[in-house]
């Protein structure tokens, strides 16, 4: 997932609750440079997915 350095920082700085309010974000991908290597597991004891944000690339 593509993310500008604006997102990229409320990220770092823990101000999205949820993974869903990371995908729903207003930015524009194209003009990114941050990329957000992730992965979606299922919980099965509450049934559900996790979301676990393996790796932030940035390239400059």
């Not at 979606?40 to 400059?60: A, C, D, K, S, W």
Request: glycine share 2%.
């Amino acid at each position: 997932m593509n993310i500008p350095k604006e997102t990229a920082n409320k990220l770092i700085k823990g101000e999205f609750e949820t993974f869903e309010e990371l995908e729903n974000a207003d930015f524009n991908p194209i003009n990114s440079n941050i990329e957000i290597l992730f992965r979606e597991i299922e919980n099965t004891n509450r049934e559900e997915f996790v979301y676990v944000i393996e790796t932030i690339f940035i390239n400059e």
